[in-house]
């Protein structure tokens, strides 16, 4: 199996990609499972995705090996890449936030998955590039969309025009991963766990709060390109006056009231 998803009864839909042995390269079953898992964030009962990687890497990109053997033509390449692209998008357009732990090497389409991401984790050790020229094949999977949005266009050049590969703290500095967890007294194993466990903490933290109001801020922030800044505007006056309605803003709200007013 090539992916493996659960929803747990916290909320938490767990996407983990599951080809350790080609550091999650991407095949045509790991795209049509991760399009399938994706698309439970319209189900309902999900408040937060943790997306994974097995063994040593989150996702390395497409299956190169798979590219030469099976694929058999750029026709269809070009379907696989839609087939994952509903995934994609199932994730970007849900009012669902996401966290990737993305240990290890992150590149090509992985850095698509990563971008899909709200929130990314990385471990010390891990690399994130694009590569896509060192095989003579061009961005997908939402990379040339998101990826000028995340470091500026410049940095995103700077990338896919090279076989640049950033160190963690060069992904952080760059604003492409939001922490980096880990040292360098670590394994890598030990290092990849620590990652996942952070991620966890941080699906929770979403899962048990006034979960409405982050996927709202999420599905504010990944929509704004569609609306003019009047429309945006607007949409943000509606959007908090419909959270205002909600029983965790209310309770929420009439705590903090409480706890500010016995300091004044």
Known sequence: MALTHTLGQDGIL???LARPHRLNAVNEELARGFAEAAGLTSK???????????GPAFCAGGDVIAMATETGSGENLTRLAHVINRGLLALLESSVPVVAAAHGTTAGGGLGLLLA??????????????????????????VTALLGRAVGERRALQLLLS??????????????????????EMTPGEIAAAVRARAEEVAAAWASGANGAYGQAKRLVRSRPTRTLA????EEARSIGAAFDTPDARSLIQAFAARTGARS
């Open 14 to 16: 767990r996407i983990i």
């Open 44 to 54: 309902g009962g999900v408040r937060a995705v943790l997306l994974a990687g097995e």
């Open 117 to 142: 991401s709200d929130y990314a984790i990385v471990g010390h050790n891990s690399r994130i590039g694009a590569l896509y020229s060192n095989i003579g094949l061009t961005p997908d999977l939402s």
């Open 163 to 184: 076989d640049t590969m950033l160190s963690a703290q060069q992904a952080r500095e760059w604003g492409l991963v939001a922490e980096v967890v880990g040292s360098a």
């Open 231 to 234: 429309e945006q505007l607007e």
